[in-house]
C-alpha cells in the first residue's frame, strides 16, 4: 500500500519555467491538497480538493494552478517559475467525513528550486 | 484570521528529559486538533489527534497531549525523550466550519542529545 506518491521528488528550474508536480493516492481518499513548506513558516496551504471535480484556493495559491483529474490524482502547476517558488511541496489526503477536518496522509515531498 | 501559535521553534533536550512543546490557536468554536511529526527526511505523520472526548490523548512512540479547552491550547509532551524523537513537530487545528482546511503552526525542532 504505497499511500501518497509524489514525482518528482527533485527538480531544478529556471525562472519562467513551466512545471506540474503530481500526486496521487491509493487510500480512496475524497479529499486532497497541496501545501508548500518553508523555514520558520510550517506548511501553508495552496489548493485543496474536497472532493472529486471541486478546487478551491487556499492560503497562498498565486502563482499556481492545480487539477483534480480523477478521485486519485490531483496535480500541481507553475506556469512561470519565479524564485520565491523554491519550497519542498507537499501533496496530502483524508477521507472527508461531513464537515470534521480528519487527519492528513503526507507524500514524501518535492524539493523544487527556481533559479 | 484563524492561526496557530507554536512557542518554541527550537528544542533541545538530553535524553531521558521530559519534553513539553506548547501550541496554542485563535478560534473560538469547535475544533479537531492534532500533532504531526517530521523525522529527518521524512514525510510528515500523524502523531496524535482529538476530536471530542476525554481532553488527555495518548499517541503514538510515548506520547500524550492535553486539550484545555479555556487555554485554546494542546500542548504535546512527553516524559522521557530518545534520540529517536529528534524530529519537527507540528501542531494543526481544523475548525468545525472549515472542515476542509487544515491550519498548521511553524514547527517546532526537537534535537534530542545522546
Known amino acids: 500500500n504505497a499511500g501518497v506518491t509524489q514525482t518528482p521528488k527533485f527538480q531544478v528550474l529556471k525562472t519562467g519555467q513551466s512545471m506540474t508536480l503530481q500526486c496521487a493516492q491509493d487510500?480512496?481518499?475524497?479529499?486532497m491538497y497541496w501545501y508548500r513548506q518553508d523555514p520558520g513558516m510550517g506548511l501553508r496551504l495552496i489548493y485543496y480538493s474536497a472532493s472529486e471535480g471541486t478546487t478551491d484556493k487556499g492560503e497562498v495559491p498565486n502563482g499556481y494552478n492545480v487539477s483534480r483529474l480523477n478521485k486519485r490524482e490531483f496535480s500541481l502547476r507553475l506556469e512561470s517559475a519565479a524564485p520565491s517558488q523554491t519550497s519542498v511541496y507537499f501533496c496530502a489526503s483524508s477521507e472527508q467525513i461531513h464537515r470534521l477536518g480528519q487527519p492528513q496522509h503526507f507524500g514524501d515531498g518535492t524539493r523544487l528550486s527556481i533559479l | 484570521a484563524q492561526s496557530v501559535s507554536q512557542h518554541n521553534h527550537h528544542v533541545i533536550l538530553s535524553e531521558a528529559a521530559s519534553l513539553e512543546l506548547g501550541c496554542n490557536y485563535s478560534y473560538g468554536g469547535t475544533v479537531n486538533l492534532f500533532w504531526y511529526v517530521q523525522y529527518p527526511g521524512q514525510h510528515l505523520q500523524l502523531l496524535l489527534k482529538y476530536f471530542s472526548g476525554d481532553p488527555l490523548v495518548k499517541g503514538i512512540k510515548g506520547f500524550e497531549a492535553e486539550f484545555i479547552k479555556s487555554k485554546f491550547s494542546f500542548n504535546l509532551r512527553k516524559p522521557s525523550v530518545q534520540w529517536s524523537d529528534t524530529a519537527e513537530y507540528f501542531c494543526a487545528v481544523s475548525p468545525y466550519t472549515g472542515g476542509f482546511k487544515t491550519i498548521f503552526g511553524a514547527g517546532t525542532r526537537l534535537f534530542v542529545k545522546a
Open positions: 487510500m480512496n481518499h475524497n479529499s
